[in-house]
């Protein structure tokens, strides 16, 4: 089944405590992003890939990181986390090409709370 | 940078209405793309647009992209109960940035 896998679902933790959001997709996909999701904002981008070892900053990248060293992992870092980044994250791929990127295929969704 | 605006931010529906939400992006679109979010779900994929002055449809569900590809819209016929959640759009930019607007919360009177 295709299908964008993250872990964990649910996550309390405190402040500065180093954690690591893992994102895999088994459909091939080029294109891979990080969103953050808090009410009445949307879904903010975080970070995106094109490509293997190819990443870009989207709208809201400070306090995170990420690595592309395989094309079907996306993890999210953050490396000391804070109370303003309680919120809801999803990972998404799609397929790219001259025609722009593709449809995205979301995961479930990572709600992860800062204390 | 780039900004997609969406309204309205809330909408109540009688059933059988017709309701449409509107987004507008401060920079040209290389394309656009909506999405609906059932409560305690994740976005799924509605319908691509590409092409300048473009219009879908998908059974109730209209889509328009904009002359200028700056603003899209989403209109929905004869609202039914299946139709309650968010709806995004998300406005590609030319470097493969893809920004949402704040989405449009549909829910639905009987």
Known sequence: EAQVTQNPRYLITVTGK????????????EYMSWYRQDPGLGLRQIYYSMNV?????????????????????????????SPNQTSLYF??????????????????GTRLSIL | ???VMQIPQYQHVQEGEDFTTYCNSSTTLSNIQWYKQRPGGHPVFLIQLVKSGEVKKQKRLTFQFGEAKKNS?????????????????????????????????????A
């Not at chain 1, 180093?18 to 996909?29: A, E, F, I, R």
């Not at chain 2, 989403?74 to 109960?81: G, Y």
């Open chain 1, 18 to 29: 180093k954690l690591t959001v893992t994102c895999s997709q088994n459909m091939n996909h």
């Open chain 2, 1 to 3: 940078g780039q900004q």
């Open chain 1, 91 to 108: 990972c998404a791929s799609s397929l790219s090409g001259t025609g722009g990127i593709q449809p995205q295929h979301f995961g479930d």
């Open chain 2, 73 to 109: 819209s989403l209109h929905i016929t004869a609202t039914q109960t299946t139709d309650v959640g968010t709806y995004f759009c998300a406005g590609m930019s030319n470097d493969y940035k893809l920004s949402f607007g704040a989405g449009t919360t549909v829910t639905v009177r």
């Open chain 1, 53 to 81: 070892e190819v990443t870009d900053k989207g709208d809201v990248p400070e306090g995170y990181k990420v690595s592309r060293k395989e094309k079907r992992n996306f993890p999210l870092i953050l490396e000391s986390p």
